[in-house]
């Protein structure tokens, strides 16, 4: 499938969908690519709902809640998004670029923003026979790695894999919805905050049984449809837990993969850029957000957003040669589907 659009946005983090708004409002659309399944890059994967404190004019806002706050900012400049596919490669089109996701779909755009953080995100995959049978499901079955929409999950029995904070906080935020958890560690003990684990252990026999100390051993199932959860204890001792879906929280592995061989200089896994337009070595492509660096840069999430405006005001130019562009502020020029 090829698609034509005057940006190509590379991660759908918190940066990137930021990218879309800063270049919808200079009249530039965005196709947004990102490996994950969901758009929120870290926020969504690593920790949607810890609370963040440093987003201007938020005294405090979860993850999730920031990526669903940005995803409507976004959604009036028509982005075009291809989730659950890796950009492979990128290439030098005339004047654009052409890139390649590993679900084979081509995007010829007029320039390019990195916005990948660290890399592309894969789970760690428990190395359980069939996994990948049960994977990709949307309506609250099978197997996965995050959740996006907890009511998918409404009335399921659902196992939870993991000790972290993932794991905890999604099983307290899904108890009351899934029909039954059934929540599986290795140990009794958790690395989760305790405040949280302390929550998760007041609802055990009340609708979640904490399940300790087993690991995930095998899934059974009929073409693709998830039937139960085998567990497995050290000293041998198994059980079949019923379950419509397991959500395993082993953690994200990160991996800037193919980035890194697209002829741009890096530094240390980043890509250097010139702070005023955040451009790369390479003309016509940019880098913002965590995976951009220059001297005094702060990986911070209010860093990246400042960072894609200067993105977007440095590509309106090559996009429209000879075409003067006006700064104003959105005050002045509005802002699509706002009053
Ligand atoms: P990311 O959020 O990393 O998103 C990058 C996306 O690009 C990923 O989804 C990845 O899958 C995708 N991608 C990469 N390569 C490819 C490719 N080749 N093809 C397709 N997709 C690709 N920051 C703050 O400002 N305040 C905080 O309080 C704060 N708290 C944090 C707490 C934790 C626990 C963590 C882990 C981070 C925290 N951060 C905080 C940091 C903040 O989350 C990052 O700065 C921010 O997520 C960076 O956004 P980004 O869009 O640049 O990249």
Not at 17 to 25: N, P, R, S, V
Not at 103 to 127: L, M, Q, T
Not at 133 to 157: I, K, M
Not at 215 to 242: C, I, M, W
Request: glycine residues 12%.
């Amino acid at each position: 499938m090829s698609h034509k659009t005057d940006v190509a946005v590379i991660g759908a983090g918190p940066v990137g969908l930021f990218a879309i708004f800063e270049c919808g409002m200079l009249g530039m659309r965005c196709h947004v690519v990102d490996a994950l399944d969901a758009i929120g890059g870290q926020c969504s994967a690593l920790y949607p709902e810890k609370p963040i404190y440093d987003i201007p004019a938020f005294a405090r806002i979860s993850g999730a809640e920031l990526v669903e706050r940005l995803e409507q900012q976004a959604t009036p400049l028509k982005p075009v998004f291809h989730l659950g596919q890796r950009v492979e490669k990128l290439e030098r089109l005339g004047e654009g670029f052409r890139l390649t996701t590993s679900k084979g779909a081509v995007i010829e755009a007029g320039a390019v923003i990195i916005a990948a953080g660290a890399g592309a995100f894969g789970p760690n995959r428990p190395p359980l026979a069939g996994i990948e049978a049960y994977e990709g499901q949307s309506d609250g079955r099978g197997v996965h790695y995050l959740v996006r929409r907890p009511e998918d999950f409404r009335g399921r029995r659902i196992v939870i894999a993991g000790g972290g904070d993932s794991a905890v906080d999604w099983a307290l935020a899904l108890h009351g919805i899934a029909d039954h958890i059934a929540f599986v560690h290795r140990r009794d003990q958790f690395r989760a905050a305790p405040d949280s684990v302390a929550r998760l252990r007041a609802l055990d026999g009340k609708g979640l049984d904490i399940v300790v100390p087993f690991q995930l051993d095998a899934l059974a199932g009929d073409s693709g449809r998830l039937e139960a959860v085998t567990v497995r204890s050290l000293d041998g001792e198994t059980r079949r837990l019923p379950a419509d879906a397991l959500l395993a929280f082993f953690g994200l592995k990160s991996d800037l993969g193919p980035i890194a061989t697209w002829g741009m200089e890096l530094a240390l896994h980043h890509l250097p850029v010139d702070p005023a337009t955040c451009q790369t070595s390479q003309p016509g492509i940019f880098a913002i957000g965590d995976v951009a660096t220059y001297r005094g840069k702060l990986k911070l999430i209010l860093t990246g957003f400042a960072e894609a405006a200067a993105a977007a005001h440095a590509i309106f130019p090559l996009l429209h040669r000879g075409q003067p562009l006006h700064f104003e502020y959105s005050t002045s020029k509005g802002a699509p589907g706002t009053a």
